[in-house]
């Protein structure tokens, strides 16, 4: 599980209603903090993202999920049914976070 290794924390990009979605977000919470976004437009910054606290299972806007300095791992992973061009957005957003 990609969770187990050295990842700092966990991006799980897929709908709120895929329970395989879900189940890899709960999975990764277990050993990360992970993040369930339904798409890419919940990385709304470096500061903010919307997302589905694994937990409480409802959509909430969290600050300061990404470090303000020094590196960073971070662990992306997406549901079965999630289109690799959302994938590839998330990608090209975290990557302008870092620029």
């Known amino acids: ?3 187990d ?3 700092d924390l ?5 709908g709120y209603n895929s329970s395989n979605t879900c189940n890899l977000a709960r999975i990764c919470a ?3 903090p992970t993040f369930h976004v339904a798409d890419p ?3 709304l910054s470096r500061d903010e993202i919307r997302h589905r606290d694994v937990h409480e299972k ?3 806007v969290s600050r ?3 470090p303000a300095y020094g590196p960073i791992t971070i662990g992306l992973t997406s549901g079965a049914s999630t289109p690799d061009n959302l994938v590839e ?3 090209r957003r975290l990557q302008a976070f870092t620029e």
């Open 64 to 66: 300061g999920w990404l």
């Open 89 to 91: 957005v998330a990608v």
């Open 58 to 60: 409802r959509e909430t």
């Open 5 to 7: 290794e050295q990842v």
């Open 10 to 14: 966990m991006l799980v990009i897929g």
């Open 30 to 32: 277990n050993a990360v």
């Open 41 to 43: 437009d919940g990385l």
């Open 1 to 3: 599980l990609l969770a």
